[in-house]
């Protein structure tokens, strides 16, 4: 199974469970096994806006919006809350 970014640059990727990076995830490589630096992820961040990874819409966060947890809240790029129908905590609740 091939692997692709997420940020829609289009790049095939891979992991490696002996690459992780300091907060315990897998770093995504490349398939020739370097870091992938990926440009879309880094224009998302400069616009801090990225796609929502259940419905890909575009959505943004704001360091001024969190919850209890002190987790950021996603948002719709107009700022109200990011109320994904296709999340997996709202499928339990139907």
Known sequence: MTLFC???CQTAIKFD???ISTNGKKIPLNIDGTPHDCTSKRLAY???TIACKYCTQQI???EKVK???G???PLNPDGAYHNCAKAPFHLSKS
């Open 6 to 8: 997420k940020y829609g």
């Open 17 to 19: 469970n002996s690459r």
């Open 46 to 48: 400069n616009r801090r």
């Open 60 to 62: 943004t966060f704001d």
């Open 67 to 69: 919850a209890d947890s």
């Open 71 to 73: 987790k950021m809240i």
